[in-house]
């Protein structure tokens, strides 16, 4: 157990739809990072927070937004849902967002847009 | 930025050992090494980090030359529950102050059979 929590293990939604993921860090992480793994893109970084802040920027579709609350649970929302957004959504947190602190990865949560 | 390259595949036996080496020629002075199992469907899970020389852990252990542009994962007597996919990452800076972005490569798929 990573100590990452993520919430919904499974999401079905439609086209044009908004959905939000969760993430809760492991206890005593500051930083926050999104990434997106579909079947022929591997793990693509989306996004970066620490301590709250935006630190990082990916290839996140304007379509996608994040934030990092003051409690350090971070929300992805996906909005304009399209069928190529379907994908298994992980979150990771390390201690400081440094790149050489290793990351600790949730089971993700497994989108499909239909 | 610094870029890995790693095998797409690699097939082994039972109880054999397995070495995964991974190319980074453009690796920074203060970069470490971090390699990250992935089981389908999960979270990548930290295996081992290292600067130089040979770290080693109770699950795998990590050579890197002098000049720091490769290093090699090695498995000591696999089984078929380490079949997964091995990530080589290596610390990036993002372009925003302070903020990184980790970028994985497409991984090298390790199938271990009776």
């Known amino acids: 157990d990573s100590g990452v929590t993520q919430t919904p293990k499974h999401l079905i939604t439609a086209t044009g739809q908004r959905v939000t993921l969760r993430c809760s860090p492991r206890?005593?992480?500051?930083?926050v990072y999104w990434y997106q793994q579909s079947l022929d893109q591997g793990l693509q970084f989306l996004i970066q927070?620490?301590?709250?802040?935006?630190?990082a920027k990916g290839n996140i579709l304007e379509r996608f937004s994040a934030q990092q609350f003051p409690d350090l649970h971070s929300e992805l929302n996906l909005s304009s849902l399209e069928l190529g957004d379907s994908a298994l959504y992980f979150c990771?947190?390390?201690?400081?967002?440094?790149?050489?602190?290793?990351?600790?990865f949730g089971n993700g949560t497994r989108l499909t847009v239909t | 930025l610094a870029k890995t390259t790693q095998p797409i595949s690699m097939d082994s036996y039972e109880g054999q050992e397995v070495n995964i080496t991974c190319s980074h020629n453009?690796?920074?002075?203060?970069?470490?090494i971090t390699w990250y199992q992935q089981f389908p469907s999960q979270g990548p899970r930290f295996i081992i980090q290292?600067?130089?020389t040979k770290v080693t852990n109770e699950v795998a252990s990590l050579f890197i030359p002098a000049d720091r542009k490769s290093s090699t994962l090695s498995l000591p007597r696999v089984s078929l529950s380490d079949t997964a996919v091995y990530y080589c990452?290596?610390?990036?800076?993002?372009?925003?102050?302070?903020?990184?972005?980790?970028?994985f490569g497409t991984g090298t798929q390790l199938k271990v059979e009776l």
């Open positions: 290292g600067y130089k």
């Open positions: 927070y620490y301590n709250g802040e935006e630190r």
């Open positions: 453009n690796i920074a002075t203060n970069d470490y």
């Open positions: 990452l290596v610390g990036d800076k993002g372009l925003t102050g302070g903020g990184n972005k980790l970028t």
């Open positions: 990771a947190s390390s201690v400081d967002g440094q790149p050489n602190s290793p990351l600790h």
């Open positions: 206890s005593g992480d500051l930083s």
